[in-house]
């Protein structure tokens, strides 16, 4: 985490770069891969450092893994799942929060489950505890011990439950589905995510034998089944990625023909981008995001669960938003802690004031907490370069736009945390002739 990108800022972006799979997908469709008694394959799957952990995880349980990394293709062979040394699994706790995941496959194939210390973005609170008030539900037995959380199956076996989610949590809503899938008898989710990720998921359980079904409102409805067989699929693109370049490209006036990008996914981002001025073309291929020149301008931007705008496309466009006429304003309703990115932006000469108040449409979960989750941006101002350390996946990227954006030479700080979620980010930059280098720190 202690590399150095050199940014030269003040030039458009311009080119064409691909996108492959979803962050918020693989390493789920992954961890499934334990539920089948067959090897899986998976498609389109990302170079990013979160299917790296994942890779390692589920080497530690005995799942063979052959990965064609230009293809993209990915062949997962559970057949030989085993207990893991719970030293080795704290090892690479710290990387990510998707270990949590594995605790519905591993009941059901080994009878226990072991859970580290997490790590994850610093972004709010994404508490654990959902998800063990869901196994607990199932019937898991959970003991929490200083050196992690050890969970294991009862006698009778894992039983379908009855589930309501106070928060429609995407990471609920995965360890349901991972755990429900092969549980005794019927389990009802209500106040389930239903992102396209999340939709994604259930393709490849369905495929490996599970029977789901979802209603219109926010109800999954999932029949346990004896076993599972192995899934062929081919993981969706990656809407977070696509909008990042896409806010790139308004950004700093450029123009960037995004590969892989499926508007259906990404309609609500589409409609926002819009509004505040940016321009873009859709063919098979995917979407060409430019800025049209004129004024940018500004918005009211209220951040929601799918189909609303999503809580990751919200700081990359804070950054054209800068750039925009007048006052936009941007209530953050997902994670509490979510601007702490705009310390930064404010070194660089934005002009951004945070509020504990909901400014958005309707009070929220955080309105009377005492967070900082709403934002007023005044613009057009202009971006001088600094030097910034990255925060976050989300954010980090945000800084990265911020000083391709800005006047002046800027040293961006602990880059790599980028490649938690953005395939060969600097190899794209190059391809978009951004002026950009690793130096020493």
């Known amino acids: 985490m202690n590399s150095v990108l050199q940014v030269e800022g003040g030039h458009p972006l311009h080119g064409s770069i691909t996108v492959r799979g979803a962050k918020n997908f693989v390493p789920k469709a992954m961890v499934a891969s334990l539920l089948g008694d067959s090897p899986s394959k998976l498609g389109n799957v990302p170079l990013i450092r979160d299917v790296d952990v994942v890779s390692d995880l589920l080497d530690l349980h005995g ?30 706790g710290g990387a990510s929060r998707i270990p949590i995941l594995f605790c519905g496959p591993l009941l059901h194939q080994l009878g226990e489950a072991f859970i580290p210390e997490l790590g994850g973005c610093n972004i709010g609170g994404r508490p654990i505890d959902f998800h063990l008030e869901t196994l607990r539900n199932f019937g898991a037995v959970v003991d929490k011990r200083p050196d992690g959380i050890h969970i294991t199956k009862p006698a009778e076996g894992l039983r379908g439950a009855v589930i309501e989610l106070p928060f429609p ?33 259930i393709n490849v359980l369905q495929k490996m034998g599970a029977i789901i079904s979802v209603d219109t409102d926010r109800t999954i409805r999932i029949e346990g089944v004896e076993k599972l067989s192995g899934f062929n699929h081919v993981a969706l693109p990656d809407r977070i990625e696509a909008a990042s370049w896409g806010a790139a490209a308004l950004a700093t006036r450029g123009d960037i023909y995004v590969l892989g990008a499926h508007q259906p996914d990404m309609t609500t981002f589409l409609n926002t981008y819009r509004k505040v001025g940016g321009a873009f073309d859709i063919d098979a291929e995917g979407i060409r995001f430019y800025h049209p020149g004129g004024q940018l301008k500004s918005i009211a931007l209220e951040t929601a669960v799918h189909p609303g705008f999503m809580t990751d496309w919200q700081q990359p466009l804070v950054i054209a938003l800068t750039q925009a006429q007048g006052l936009s304003i941007v209530h953050e309703t ?31 979960r955080f309105g009377q907490r005492n967070f900082f989750h709403s934002a007023v941006i005044s613009g057009p101002t202009p971006l001088e370069a600094a030097d910034i350390t990255v925060p976050d996946l989300r954010g980090g990227f945000s800084h990265l736009i911020a000083a391709l954006a800005a006047s002046g030479t800027s040293k961006v700080s602990g880059i790599d945390v980028i490649s938690r979620g953005y395939e060969h980010f600097t190899r794209k930059l190059h391809q978009l002739d951004a002026r950009v280098k690793y130096v020493d720190q």
Do not use: H, W
């Open 169 to 201: 949590s995407v990471g609920a809503t995965e360890q349901t589905l991972l755990t429900a899938v092969r549980a005794d008898g019927i389990t009802i989710l209500s106040g389930a995510a239903i992102e396209p990720e999340i939709m994604d998921l």
């Open 334 to 364: 997902v994670y509490e802690n979510r601007f702490g990115f705009t310390q930064a932006l404010r070194q660089m000469g934005a002009n951004i004031q945070v509020y504990r108040e909901c400014l958005g449409g309707t009070p929220c």
């Open 63 to 92: 799942v063979v893994i052959d990965f064609d990394q230009n293809r993209g293709t990915m062949t997962l062979d559970p057949r030989n799942v085993k207990v893991a040394s719970r030293s080795d699994i704290d090892s690479l």
